[in-house]
């Protein structure tokens, strides 16, 4: 079984918002900040109070630690994803994106970019992941084949997912 298609740059940006969701890197760096910011402010604060006679600076680090409590996480996240596009381009190749055949039989998945081919066993083949828009394959732990529904046949690629989990499942046991 195989099909073709074309990635282009906003589906390996899917592909990397896919990774930091799955990951939970971002949910625990957001987390981190959350507390060492206004701990900072309010040791400052702290410090300040100690050392001066005046009350409005240690009243100010108090309140910027109230205020990073609640908005750093939020806003971290936000920088996060909106560099993402950046991140993406910078890590491209001339391969990362255009046009690809990708295949599957009783040895393993096989993908061919321009004259470039690859080939990898059903036992580095770990998940497949389903959003709206995309099929994300993890190859050794990795999500690292985006297949965009819109550039595939729904009969295809539904027998082609089906396809990849009885073999990973198989490859499991």
Not at 66 to 85: G, Q
Not at 92 to 103: I, L
Not at 150 to 172: C, H, M, P, T, Y
């Amino acid at each position: 079984m195989h099909f073709s298609y074309s990635l282009v740059e906003d589906d390996l940006i899917s592909l990397a918002e896919f990774q930091l969701e799955q990951s939970g890197r971002l949910r625990k760096q957001a987390r981190s900040r959350r507390i060492l910011y206004p701990l900072g402010f309010g040791l400052l604060g702290l410090g300040t109070l100690l050392t001066s006679d005046d009350l409005v600076l240690p009243l100010v680090f108090g309140l910027l630690a109230l205020i990073s409590f609640f908005l750093v996480p939020t806003l971290y996240t936000w920088l996060t994803r909106r560099r993402l596009p950046q991140i993406v381009r910078s890590k491209m190749s001339s391969t990362s994106v255009g046009d690809r055949t990708v295949s599957a039989n009783e040895k393993g998945l096989q993908q061919r970019v321009g004259e470039l081919y690859s080939e990898v066993p059903w036992s580095i083949v770990h998940d497949i992941a389903e959003t709206p828009r995309h099929v994300f394959v993890a190859i050794d732990g990795i999500y690292s084949l985006v297949i965009p529904k819109k550039e595939v046949d729904g009969n295809e690629l539904k027998r082609f997912v089906e396809l990849l989990r009885k073999k990973i499942q198989k490859a499991d046991a």
